[in-house]
């Protein structure tokens, strides 16, 4: 990370992440200290042969190797918990030296890429070629949440959690409006 974001806005981005699968699949997800199945980096492209200019994170299919569970972040990229538009003094104060409010520069929304990734390091789903997907292949192209399409490749994957609609509801609620939030 580069300071665009806090650990806690991080950890939050992690846990509205695995929440969004974890609503429709039987698997609960816990943080723990060390040695978790789930590891996330923040490496830029000279720390990472596998990152580019065109990749705004990867994480390792789950095929039984030492990568499992590894995801990497780009800090080429200004992230952020909304994707919401970031005071280009705080990317560039070089060239703008003051606060503003009228340039905006891009963000990156940490939970939906999150999201995305998790779906290829815990379920093993590639790209899906159609837009409005959390899987689709390009950040332009992907919804923010799961669609009726992702929730049924992970359910093919990992078994189907149903909720009650009223508390599915809720919790999808909760995640849209928290999603929203920058820490």
């Known amino acids: 990370r580069d300071g665009e974001i806090t650990e806690k806005g991080v950890d ?5 992440a695995l929440k969004a699968w974890s609503l429709y699949v039987p698997i609960n997800f816990i943080k723990v200290k060390t040695n978790g199945d789930i ?3 923040f490496r830029s492209e000279n720390e990472d042969k596998i990152l580019n200019q065109n990749t705004l994170a990867y994480m390792y299919y789950p095929l039984g190797s030492i990568n499992d569970g590894h995801c990497v972040v780009n800090t080429r990229y200004w992230w952020s918990n909304s994707g919401k538009g970031v005071d ?3 990317i560039d104060p070089l060239h703008y030296p003051k606060p503003q409010t009228k340039v905006l520069g891009q963000s990156w929304d940490l ?3 999150l999201r995305h990734e998790f779906g290829h390091g815990i379920f093993g789903l590639q790209h899906d070629p159609e837009p409005k997907n ?3 292949s390009n ?3 992907m919804n923010e949440y799961l ?3 992702d929730v049924v490749r992970a359910r093919a ?6 909720l009650p609609p009223n508390i599915l509801k809720r919790w999808l609620d909760w995640l849209s409006k928290s999603s929203d939030r920058d820490y």
């Open 12 to 16: 939050r981005a992690v846990k509205l």
């Open 39 to 41: 590891r996330i980096e």
């Open 88 to 90: 280009m003094h705080k």
């Open 111 to 113: 939970d939906q890429v």
């Open 134 to 136: 959390i899987m689709s």
């Open 139 to 141: 950040y332009g192209l």
């Open 147 to 149: 669609s009726d399409i």
């Open 157 to 162: 994957k990992a078994g189907t959690k149903e």
